[in-house]
């Protein structure tokens, strides 16, 4: 099998970029994710960030510790599960009940703001809710936006 130069640079650059964020990861300390700007590893390693997609995959093959979430914002977000696991107090300043508490009037001030399928749209993409997530938090009214695949229309060739 014949290898290209262009394929093991680009291997070599994510590679070391890849051990760049996991080594920055592992070395992390503070509170909440750690975060790694884009912009700073494409221009550290010299790819271009049409890549980071295949960077993140790498970077979670790479680690059981680490989880690297997603990109927001031209940033990669990651957090140390082994942190996360260690017994000890809520890092939350309110109990569980009250952060159930503030979610319902959030989920209930959305639900005032917006309505339809505005309103749907807004859970399902914003939220990512699903149809029976949706129900359950009592928009019923919004069950004519859920998706039926009975509705699906039939896509008979002739």
């Known amino acids: 099998m014949r290898k290209y130069n262009c394929l093991t640079s680009l291997e070599k650059k994510l590679s070391d ?5 996991i080594s920055c990861a592992n070395a992390y300390d503070g509170e909440g994710s750690y975060r790694a700007l884009i912009s700073d590893l494409t221009q550290a ?7 980071i997609p295949l960077l993140i995959e ?4 790479r680690s059981d ?11 990669i977000t990651y957090r140390n599960q082994q942190k996360e696991k260690l017994p000890g107090p809520s890092p939350l300043p309110f109990s569980p009940d009250r952060m159930e508490q503030i979610l319902d009037k959030a989920l209930d001030w959305i639900g005032n703001q917006e309505n339809g399928g505005e309103l749907y ?6 939220f990512h809710m699903s149809d029976d997530e949706i129900a359950a938090a009592g928009f019923d009214s ?3 936006y859920f ?11 002739e």
Not at 45 to 51: L, Q
Not at 58 to 61: C, G, I, K, T, V
């Open 17 to 21: 970029a890849a051990d760049e964020v």
């Open 147 to 157: 998706y039926d695949p009975a509705e699906e229309p039939d896509m008979k060739l």
């Open 121 to 126: 749209n807004t859970l399902v993409e914003q």
């Open 45 to 51: 390693h010299g790819f271009d960030e049409v890549y």
């Open 65 to 75: 510790s680490i989880v690297f979430e997603d990109m927001v914002d031209e940033i």
């Open 58 to 61: 790498m970077l979670n093959e």
């Open 142 to 144: 919004l069950s004519e």
